[in-house]
């Protein structure tokens, strides 16, 4: 049997998850960044060549490039500057749950095995009704389940991580699923407890645990669904009344 954790401890452990959300959302950052200085470096070094040539033919290609360049780190740094503020606020605001998953699965690009070895599949409407919860609380949960997909992945042959939202009884409902084994018909009913799970070495079975404790204030939960022929777990919050 799992032991309890007063609310004390729970708070604690949430406050470290959330500092580990803030580590994942600046790699994520850093990595979109250099993309956008990829972009300068190029036509900035072309350009200098042609000028120190003496060349000044088919250079507004090159100003154009590093226009982009510039644009897409600029917008990096205020997505950065806005979301600092969003994960640092704990104070309920109204949330599109689809745009909130758009925005940090963006910020995954920067881990490699998503990026390269992860089908992804989002069904995401541009707009979805709106939620009351503190973002930080909400975005730590729907992290740790796709950091859940992803690592129960990693053996599978055909990676696919599925993300899509659906409206259900006065509820948005997050759906999360991957084609992974699942877990283990004795480690199911445990597994939303506090230090279970079966994946071994440095994992602490906390992070669905805390996933649902930082949705429990908002009226929100998780639960989960077994599959065939994805695992899926959803994630929901009620819909707001105003």
């Given amino acids: 049997m799992a032991p309890e954790l007063s609310p004390q401890v729970v708070q604690a ?6 500092l580990a959300l803030v580590g994942r ?8 960044l250099s993309g956008g200085l ?3 470096r190029l ?26 360049g510039f644009e897409r780190t600029g917008g990096e740094v205020d997505l950065l500057a806005a979301k600092a503020g969003q994960f640092q606020a704990d104070e309920p605001q109204p949330l599109d749950l689809c745009q909130l ?8 690009r920067a881990d490699m095995y998503f990026k390269h ?11 979805c009704p709106k939620v009351v919860a503190a973002y930080q609380d909400v975005a730590l949960a729907f992290n740790a389940l796709v950091a859940n997909a992803l690592e129960v992945l990693a053996p599978a042959g055909a990676r696919q991580l599925q993300v899509c939202w659906r409206q259900e009884d006065g509820r948005s409902l997050l759906l999360v699923g991957d084609n992974g084994p699942g877990p283990r018909p004795e480690m199911a009913a445990a597994m939303f ?16 645990f805390l996933a649902r404790a930082a949705l429990a204030p908002w009226g929100g939960g998780l639960r989960w669904q077994a599959g065939p022929p994805l695992t899926v777990f959803v994630l929901d919050l009620p819909l707001s009344q105003t």
Wanted: charged share 30%.
């Fill in 13 to 18: 452990l949430l406050r470290r998850e959330r």
């Fill in 25 to 32: 959302l600046l790699k994520g950052v850093v990595h979109n």
């Fill in 38 to 40: 990829q972009m300068l």
């Fill in 43 to 68: 036509p900035m070094d072309l350009l200098e060549l042609k000028l120190a040539q003496g060349q000044t033919q088919d250079l507004s290609s090159k100003l154009k490039a590093m226009h982009q």
């Fill in 101 to 108: 998953a758009r925005e940090q699965l963006a910020f995954w």
């Fill in 117 to 127: 070895e992860t089908k992804l599949e989002a069904d995401l409407p541009a707009s």
């Fill in 193 to 208: 407890e506090p230090f279970t799970g079966d994946k071994g070495g440095e994992h602490d079975g906390l992070g669905l």
